[in-house]
């Protein structure tokens, strides 16, 4: 009986072990979370973070100005694939979050750190190179803003 009890108790305890592993290993496939809005920074151990001399993501976009309420085409290009990101339209003049995604593709994901849609993420840990956004201007002018 008590040989019983010990395979019980292993067995449960590999279950609570696999299980809490896939809850972790799931919880950041499926983007970045809230917490991250305000500095960017990913909350998972996991994450390698990459000198910006090593960078190899860039952001671009074909517009140089735009007016309140512009759609503006932002593309994420990569030399090496990754999974995971988040992206935000912020105000050089005080880093506040501004605009919205009107536009995602596929493996990604809205988010909303202080209005609906202000913030993309990835939905999926899929390797990624070159994404493609578009982000609308607030109808009110903001002044000049950075993607980052």
Same mark, same amino acid.
């Given at each position: %009986?008590?040989?019983?009890?010990?395979?019980?108790?292993?067995?449960?305890? &590999?279950?609570?072990?696999?299980?809490?592993?896939?809850?972790?290993?799931?919880?950041?496939?499926?983007?970045?979370?809230?917490?991250?809005?305000?500095? %960017?920074?990913?909350?998972?151990?996991?994450?390698? =973070?990459?000198?910006?001399?090593?960078?190899?993501?860039?952001?671009?976009?074909? %517009?140089?100005?735009?007016?309140?309420?512009?759609?503006?085409?932002?593309?994420?290009?990569?030399?090496?694939?990754? %999974?995971?990101?988040? =992206?935000?339209?912020? /105000?050089?003049?005080?880093?506040?979050?501004?605009?919205?995604?009107?536009?995602?593709?596929?493996?990604?994901?809205?988010?909303?750190?202080?209005?609906?849609?202000?913030?993309?993420?990835?939905?999926?840990?899929?390797? /990624?190179?070159? =994404?493609?956004?578009? &982000?609308?201007?607030?109808?009110?002018?903001?002044?000049?803003?950075?993607?980052?």
């Amino acid at each position: %009986m008590e040989d019983g009890r010990k395979v019980h108790v292993v067995i449960i305890g &590999w279950a609570c072990t696999t299980l809490c592993l896939v809850s972790y290993t799931a919880a950041f496939s499926h983007g970045a979370s809230l917490s991250a809005c305000a500095d %960017m920074m990913p909350k998972h151990m996991r994450a390698q =973070l990459h000198s910006p001399r090593n960078n190899y993501i860039t952001i671009h976009t074909n %517009m140089s100005s735009f007016f309140p309420g512009d759609k503006v085409p932002v593309t994420v290009r990569s030399s090496r694939d990754f %999974m995971g990101f988040l =992206l935000q339209a912020r /105000k050089v003049s005080n880093d506040e979050i501004t605009g919205t995604f009107v536009f995602i593709p596929p493996g990604s994901k809205l988010l909303t750190c202080f209005e609906d849609g202000d913030t993309v993420t990835h939905s999926d840990k899929s390797l /990624k190179r070159n =994404l493609s956004f578009v &982000w609308k201007a607030p109808d009110q002018p903001i002044g000049d803003i950075k993607f980052l």
